[in-house]
């Protein structure tokens, strides 16, 4: 059993009022007439995350899950970690979304020799007034971008500890707030490939989301052919116009924050975060981050899906974006092939849906 | 360093060095004839008796033969040490397990001791050994055993950890008249709901399975009967507006919800059976 697919919209009254023979039911249609309408008006939200869909949509051909979810994890104030072989445009669409918000944008391409100093900043001295003056690393954006973050040791991402989780900076005694939004795109290559070191577990879990970037279908890889060779593919980012501030998004978010979720649907999710603890095939569960992750997740897929509330579908179809980064399987597990995916459908399938 | 090596090399070499070459010398001298062939071990033998002089024959000296009393040999009989065969019996003394061993040996041991008996049992110890040499190979190839007679393993239920009312066993007209009593609408437009994925259930049209959301039964139904699915999407919407969202159901609302769940149910029992599962 999979959980809807996310480009599925969530069937709408004015989509299911196709002729029906036998089954033509006097069952009013128009949503506002039955009562059954949003009480919040989420016009605003999916009309502006449809901008940014839209811009996005002209470069990138396809990935539209992919899409999605980082819309989900932008509206959820959360961070995404994208992973795939390279080439199939992680740090292309990374830079799209960034460019879509009009807010301060960083790149940190991440080596095996940078330090901790190169991603925050240091103190320098000044000789003229006998004092240090800190110096703002590339972290200090508002959308950063951290390219092959799985190529510098575990020393410098001990570095985004403090500030993906709590949105400061301290140096010298001194915390330094980050902006808002504040949110970290990163890329990475499965860990198989050479010149490459597996994330700490404390700062996987501080990603919100871990999207797999697969290859385009065929027919995908072929429009992306059409149009590089129509001479599309020579500056791509230019077509992508601002469309989402950060005051708009702010709004955004709080729209999110507000969302209805049932205690039931709140059991659910601790249900599940709570199966990957005891699992068998699992060395170590998820967090109670990770819950709260799913909860913020499912809300914001929610009001994209045009609901004030939460069902469970959307727990389900965030369930592997949420954990499968933040669970370990035993060392039996993994001989035998198996991958978190798995233990994480296993898990959604052994706990009953609240209805 | 390398000098104080060669000197001491050179004490160890030279008296040992020496007496080796003496020796190997003496072992080469002592040697017949160093490289041919050297007779059989047979002939050798046969050669050294030829070579010895015979003995004559003793006619005169009768060896005594010497036999045990027979009273000593009672008291030897006797004796539990020298007594040889193993009982079939367990020994005195012995606990429960040790007694039912003994009972069991003495029961099978007359079926393998015959000749019939031990060739029954080398089959079975080598079939079994054969059996195991299998499996370990067969498991380290990673092979489903199941599949090997053609049939896929079935899905064992799952392990679900609680489990909220059963849709096949709930008294659907009574909890909807006590929720409708007690005035709990959204309650009733739950359970009104839940009566009719029992009904599609019953009809094929859906596999309930309690992981299952209703997009999934949306999906099932849209495969089973196209035609019922606009209906249903609508009555799942208003039930996720009601039980999810939270959303206070009105007297008025809730009559026309009611109608439109009784109106599906009704068409839905004038449809049969699902085809395709049916």
Do not use: D, E, K
């Given at each position: 059993m999979d959980p809807q697919p996310l480009n599925e919209p969530t069937p709408s009254a004015a989509q299911d009022a196709e002729p029906a023979s036998?089954?033509?039911?006097?069952?009013?249609?128009d949503a506002a007439a039955t009562g059954f309408a949003p009480r919040t008006d989420l016009s605003a939200l999916t009309g502006q995350v449809e901008a940014v869909r839209q811009q996005i949509g002209q470069v990138i051909v396809g990935q539209q899950d992919l899409l999605e979810l980082l819309l989900v994890a932008l509206l959820a104030d959360g961070h995404v970690l994208l992973e795939g072989v390279p080439g199939v445009a992680k740090t292309l669409t990374a830079k799209l979304l960034a460019r879509t918000l009009a807010v301060p944008f960083s790149r940190i391409q991440f080596t095996p020799d940078l330090m901790p100093a190169d991603v925050l900043g240091t103190s320098i001295f000044r000789p003229t007034q006998g004092d240090f003056e800190f110096r703002p690393g590339p972290i200090f954006a508002s959308v950063v971008l951290i390219d092959e973050i799985n190529r510098a040791p575990a020393k410098t991402q001990s570095a985004l500890f403090e500030v993906m989780e709590e949105r400061t900076v301290t140096q010298d005694g001194t915390a330094h707030h980050m902006a808002t939004p504040f949110v970290v795109l990163a890329t990475q290559n499965p860990v198989e490939q050479e010149g490459t070191y597996r994330l700490p577990e404390a700062q996987l879990d501080r990603f919100l989301f871990k999207l797999n970037v697969g290859y385009p279908t065929l027919a995908e890889e072929v429009q992306i052919l059409q149009g590089h060779h129509s001479g599309f593919g020579g500056t791509p980012l230019e077509k992508v116009k601002p469309v989402l501030s950060a005051q708009d998004l702010a709004a955004l978010r709080q729209q999110v924050g507000q969302q209805r979720v049932e205690a039931n649907v709140l059991e659910y999710i601790a249900k599940i975060v709570g199966q990957t603890r005891a699992h068998k095939a699992l060395y170590l569960g998820a967090s109670p981050r990770a819950s709260l992750a799913l909860l913020n997740g499912a809300k914001a897929l929610a009001a994209l899906r045009g609901r004030d509330f939460v069902t469970p579908e959307d727990v389900q179809t965030l369930a592997a974006p949420v954990l499968r980064h933040r669970i370990m399987l035993t060392p039996e597990r993994e001989m035998e092939g198996g991958t978190p995916d798995d233990v994480v459908k296993a898990i959604v399938q052994s706990v009953e849906v609240p209805r | 360093m390398r000098k104080a090596n060669t000197k001491r090399l050179g004490r160890v070499q030279g008296p040992w060095g020496h007496l080796g070459l003496l020796l190997l010398l003496g072992w080469l001298l002592a040697a017949p004839a160093l490289g041919a062939p050297r007779p059989p071990r047979q002939w050798r033998a046969l050669a050294d008796t030829a070579s010895a002089p015979p003995l004559p024959a003793d006619a005169t000296a009768q060896a005594p033969i010497r036999r045990p009393a027979a009273e000593r040999l009672r008291e030897l009989r006797g004796q539990r040490e020298l007594q040889y065969v193993e009982g079939t019996g367990a020994p005195e003394g012995a606990g429960f397990l040790a007694r039912l061993m003994a009972w069991l040996w003495r029961w099978l041991a007359p079926v393998f001791n015959t000749k019939g008996g031990r060739v029954a049992w080398d089959i079975i110890f080598y079939g079994l050994m054969g059996a195991t040499l299998l499996f370990a190979v067969l498991k380290l190839l990673q092979v489903d055993l199941t599949k090997v007679f053609g049939r896929a393993p079935r899905a064992l239920p799952l392990a679900y950890e609680t489990g909220q009312e059963n849709i096949h066993e709930l008294n659907f007209a009574d909890a909807l008249a006590q929720a409708e009593a007690a005035g709990n609408l959204r309650l009733a437009v739950r359970l009104g709901y839940l009566q009719l994925l029992k009904q599609l259930t019953d009809r094929d049209f859906i596999a309930w399975q309690p992981d299952k959301t209703n997009q999934a039964y949306l999906r099932e139904l849209a495969a089973s009967q196209p035609t019922a699915r606009p209906a249903f999407a609508e009555l799942t919407r208003q039930f996720e507006y009601a039980w999810y969202g939270e959303l206070p159901v009105s007297a008025a609302l809730y009559q026309q919800v009611r109608e439109s769940q009784r109106q599906f149910g009704q068409q839905l029992s004038g449809a049969g059976r699902a085809a395709h599962l049916a």
């Open positions: 036998a089954f033509a039911s006097g069952a009013p249609t | -």
